[in-house]
């Protein structure tokens, strides 16, 4: 059974899923793919790994710098998204990566001579677990903000809160001093 529960965060209302054995799903209400891979017959309740993912995002919130490990966490999708995931799980907290570099990295990783950058973006888009997996975390090969299915406003405050220095944050020289 997967069950559902909703958080307030500082960049909106969050719904978390899960089940007895772990988080399966945290999506910002109104992204694009909002629930995406919510079984239809999923329930509003709580579990032990949603009372522990309510816990993570207070921790991450107060900026004490949970790691996505100190979860147990089913990620629902193909072999290659689920690379892809575990690949951003690997982005330290407030440090950043391009969709090119996750996509070499993961051809690497799947025994592959090449993938593209684009193939990378969309499964960084479809992340079933936003935030706990740092899709924010991911640029532009010149350092945009591009490609948030949270919004590109929730993908700046989240990296300023985690003290990324990535010029594409400040919107003028005034906010980068």
């Given amino acids: 059974m997967t069950f559902t529960t909703r958080y307030d965060s500082p960049i909106g209302a969050l719904l978390l899923a899960g089940n007895e054995r772990a988080l399966t799903g945290l999506w910002i209400e109104g ?3 909002f629930a995406a891979t919510l079984p239809q017959d999923a329930q509003e309740g709580v579990s032990p790994p949603l009372r522990d993912a309510a816990q993570w ?8 710098r949970p790691s996505p490990g100190d979860l147990a966490l089913e990620i629902a999708g193909s072999a290659f998204r689920s690379c892809v995931c575990r690949l951003l799980m690997e982005i330290p907290y407030g440090a950043t990566t391009t969709y090119g570099t996750l996509a070499g990295e993961a051809a690497r ?3 592959r001579a090449r993938m593209s950058a684009q193939a990378v973006g969309g499964a960084v888009g479809h ?3 936003s935030i706990v997996i740092p899709c ?3 640029l532009g090969a010149d350092g945009s903000l591009t490609g948030y299915a ?8 989240l990296l300023r809160h ?3 220095r990535v010029p594409a944050l400040y919107n003028s020289r005034q906010d980068a001093l």
């Fill in 127 to 129: 992340n079933p677990i």
């Fill in 162 to 164: 985690e003290g990324a």
């Fill in 150 to 157: 949270g919004g590109v406003e929730r993908k700046r405050f």
């Fill in 136 to 138: 924010h975390r991911v």
């Fill in 57 to 64: 995002l207070d921790d991450y919130f107060a900026a004490r």
């Fill in 109 to 111: 990783r799947m025994g």
């Fill in 31 to 33: 992204a694009q793919y």
